[in-house]
């Protein structure tokens, strides 16, 4: 029984690394943004185009704040993607960032291979 349970927990343990998200923050500098309309205006786009290409999902996002003087206003937006697959994922996040015209100063962070690597979105 013992010999059993080891090979069907190993692939248990398979089957739940491959199941498992690559974290990547989007960063979208937008001074001018109500918090109320970040969602509206980059979270839901976003989800739309993970769905459309099946390739993750938006998990969070929120408005952060670095000055008093923007307590109604968002300095930025933080937006926690799960990407399915990093390679495929990362290349049609960034071509969608540049096509909808996000702020030129936006910008995609992710780990790999414990290093953070940080992409800045240029809009052409």
Do not use: C, W
Request: no cysteine; hydrophobic share 40%; charged share 25%.
């Amino acid at each position: 029984m013992r010999s059993l349970l080891i090979p069907l927990f190993l692939l248990s343990v398979s089957v739940l690394a491959q199941q498992e998200k690559q974290i990547v923050h989007v960063r979208i500098y937008d001074t001018n943004l109500n918090r109320k309309d970040f969602e509206k205006k980059y979270s839901d786009p976003i989800a739309a185009e993970m769905k459309k290409h099946n390739i993750g999902n938006v998990l969070n996002s929120y408005t952060v704040h670095e000055s008093p003087m923007t307590k109604f206003m968002a300095d930025y937006v933080i937006i926690t993607i799960g990407l399915n697959d990093l390679e495929k994922g990362l290349p049609i996040l960034k071509n969608f960032l540049k096509s909808q015209n996000f702020p030129k100063n936006s910008e995609i962070s992710y780990i790999k291979l414990n290093k953070v690597h940080t992409i800045k979105i240029k809009i052409s």
